[in-house]
T-cell receptor, first 115, second 116 residues
Framework: NAGVTQTPKFQVLKTGQSMTLQCAQDMNHEYMSWYRQDPGMGLRLIHYSVGAGITDQGEVPNGYNVSRSTTEDFPLRLLSAAPSQTSVYFC??????????????FGEGSWLTVV | AQKITQTQPGMFVQEKEAVTLDCTYDTSDPSYGLFWYKQPSSGEMIFLIYQGSYDQQNATEGRYSLNFQKARKSANLVISASQLGDSAMYFCAMRDYGGSQGNLIFGKGTKLSVKP
């Protein structure tokens, strides 16, 4: 099993450019989410999805867009990149958000720099 | 609202000694889970240990144990016999199961440095 796959691992963007971070899981997980990690801030939730066609905002959604057209994929779109979006991005998934103890799987992270 | 607090930005421990990393949490949901993750310098998130709010005993996984004090809303991670490879960032996280969105909420982390 591939688990949770994030691409790209590293990316440099110019201010104003747009891009999509890809996240795919092959475990038939209902729940998927995106986090950003900044120094001293821990991981903060950007957007999440509880199933295909259902998405919602997390703590820091501004400047990001998501969609969930299939169970497997949950791409994160930066609409117009800003230096403040320089961060490490993690995708995570689990089978069911409401079952105690369900394992949460993380992707390896995507390092994004906006210049 | 859910909240996770880790009050130790950085800690040092001597190799082979035990260390406790603090974590307090706040939630109004009676059903929740507490997680600890390790993040080495390579960046990946490594799951260490899980404690459910209804679990009667403190969780243990090898050298890791979770000191769960429900009334005090604390879930401290204890690492016994520290090794150089334990040097990393450690994150405490919580997930509510009772009816909220079920999102995993993180603390700001503790950077542990193990001295030889």
């Amino acid at each position: 099993n591939a688990g949770v796959t994030q691409t790209p691992k590293f990316q440099v963007l110019k201010t104003g450019q747009s891009m999509t971070l890809q996240c795919a899981q092959d475990m038939n997980h209902e729940y998927m989410s995106w986090y950003r990690q900044d120094p001293g801030m821990g991981l903060r939730l950007i957007h999440y999805s509880v199933g295909a066609g259902i998405t919602d905002q997390g703590e820091v959604p501004n400047g990001y867009n998501v969609s969930r057209s299939t169970t497997e994929d949950f791409p994160l779109r930066l609409l117009s990149a800003a230096p403040s979006q320089t961060s490490v991005y993690f995708c995570a998934s689990s089978f069911d958000r409401g079952v105690p103890g369900n394992t949460i799987y993380f992707g390896e992270g995507s390092w994004l720099t906006v210049v | 609202a859910q909240k996770i607090t880790q009050t130790q930005p950085g800690m040092f421990v001597q190799e082979k000694e035990a260390v406790t990393l603090d974590c307090t949490y706040d939630t109004s949901d009676p059903s929740y889970g507490l997680f600890w993750y390790k993040q080495p310098s390579s960046g990946e998130m490594i799951f260490l240990i899980y404690q459910g709010s209804y679990d009667q005993q403190n969780a243990t996984e090898g050298r890791y144990s979770l000191n769960f004090q429900k009334a005090r809303k604390s879930a401290n991670l204890v690492i016994s016999a520290s090794q150089l490879g334990d040097s990393a960032m450690y994150f405490c996280a919580m997930r509510d199961y009772g009816g909220s969105q079920g999102n995993l909420i993180f603390g700001k982390g503790t950077k542990l440095s193990v001295k030889p």
